[in-house]
Every structure is written in structure tokens, then in C-alpha cells.
């Protein structure tokens, strides 16, 4: 079925292309608009439920996709690829490659809120698997896709030494010869404009400042101070 609009039917119908999927009489395009309508524009019809039936359906793909790629792959680094797999940046930096922002219905302050995009694109983007999902109840709209993009982002994980989180790595080194947790103190870089560096985070550990970082938000900022830290106690890992 279509929906009411022809023009947010075309829009959406341009989506499914862009995934490369030919499925006109398979997409529920009702469900699709829904995954793509923020809470800002609609309390009660917006993608909140859609998105956590995608958060499941993501986690399942790149569970399958490391399964099949990477049989002999120890539990503790299929978990520690996979967190990373599904993390808000990299679901946003897939959304963007699509172009999913051009689609998303937002309203009120959303429509001027950078700060919030990454998470808002990442939102969307699960919403809009569980839509799809839901149009067959498996995972033949999904994994044509999204595939391609979790192995190539796996061999770049497999290859980085914190496996792209080096809060992680910094935290398992710390506490494996000091028994003691690093220490993240964060402002608001207000004196910039520049929206990838808002905050600016400083990490700490037994008195000492090993490392700062800048980002859009303050996990963002942390994560940059984690990686200058642990490269830093660790300058064999460096390529």
C-alpha cells in the first residue's frame, strides 16, 4: 500500500533504490515513513518503537555477519566488534552514506540541532531496519546492504589495537597493572564554533594528564582523549 502523499512516496521509494533493493510490493511504506518521523513532529506516530525493534535486528546482522566471516573469532572480540558495529557513529555514518538525513521528518528544535544529529541519524537508521524487517519478518530487505558495510568495517576493526574503543583498551590497561580507573574531566569548548569541537575532554590517570581530545559530544571528546592516552602508554601499537 501506498502512502497518503505522493510526494513522501516518491521520497521513500528513492530510499529503498538508493539500498538497491527492487521491493515496490514488499515494503511496507507505511512502516518505512513512520521509522523516518522524528518525536519532534508527532508524540504518538514517530520511530521510537520502530527503532527498538531495529536495535535487535542490527545487533542479530552483524552477529550473523561475524559469524559466517570469522567462525574461529574469540567471544570477547566478536563482542567487542560488535559493540562497536552498532555504535551510534557508525549507524550514523552509514545513515549518512544513504543519505537518510535528506528523509528524516523533524521538527521544533531538532531541525537546528546539530549537536543531536549523529544520535537522531543513528535512531532513524535502526527504526528503518526494523521497518524493514517487519515488512517480511527476516532479514532479506536488510542484508543485501548492510553486509558489505560490516565486513569492510570489521577488517578495519580486527586491524585497529582497541578495536576502535579506546576507553575500553585504556580502562582493560589500567586496571590490569594499577587496579585503578582513569579519570575523564570534560568542558564545553565555548570559545569555538566549530560544532566537532564543542567539548574538549582530558584524561587523567594517578595525577597525570595523558591525554586530550575534542569532539561533538562529550563520548566523542572522551574517545579522542582515550586514544591519545592509551597510544601514548603504548607506542609500540602506533602504525
Not at 510526494?7 to 533504490?17: D, G, I, S, T, Y
Not at 531538532?110 to 544520535?119: I, L, R
Request: charged letters at 25%.
Amino acid at each position: 500500500m501506498s502512502i497518503v502523499y505522493p510526494r513522501r512516496q516518491r521520497q521513500l521509494e528513492n530510499l529503498v533504490k538508493k539500498l538497491g533493493l527492487s521491493a515496490g510490493k514488499i515494503v511496507k511504506w507505511e512502516l518505512l515513513d513512520l521509522a523516518l518521523t522524528h518525536p519532534t513532529v508527532s508524540d504518538s506516530a514517530n520511530y521510537e518503537h520502530l527503532e527498538f525493534v531495529g536495535d535487535a535486528v542490527v545487533r542479530l546482522v552483524a552477529a550473523i555477519v561475524l559469524w559466517e566471516n570469522y567462525p574461529d573469532c574469540p567471544i570477547g572480540d566478536f563482542a567487542a566488534i560488535r559493540s562497536v558495529l552498532v555504535s551510534d557513529r557508525i549507524l550514523a555514518q552509514i545513515a549518512k552514506e544513504y543519505g537518510l538525513e535528506l528523509y528524516l521528518l523533524v521538527a521544533g528544535s531538532a531541525t537546528v540541532d546539530k549537536v543531536g544529529q549523529e544520535s537522531r541519524l543513528a535512531d532513524a537508521f535502526e527504526a528503518v531496519l526494523g521497518a524493514l524487517y517487519l515488512s517480511t519478518y527476516n532479514l532479506e530487505l536488510i542484508r543485501p546492504w548492510l553486509d558489505p558495510h560490516f565486513k569492510e568495517l570489521t577488517i578495519e576493526i580486527r586491524q585497529d589495537p582497541a578495536k576502535f574503543n579506546y576507553k575500553a583498551a585504556l580502562q582493560e590497561w589500567t586496571q590490569a597493572h594499577f587496579k585503578v580507573l582513569p579519570e575523564y574531566r570534560v568542558v564545553e569548548n565555548t570559545g569555538t564554533q566549530n560544532i566537532q569541537e564543542r567539548f574538549i575532554a582530558e584524561v587523567w590517570f594517578n595525577g597525570q594528564n595523558l591525554g586530550q581530545g575534542k569532539g561533538r559530544s562529550i563520548k566523542a571528546a572522551e574517545q579522542t582523549a582515550a586514544k591519545v592516552a592509551f597510544l601514548s602508554l603504548n607506542p609500540q601499537e602506533k602504525s
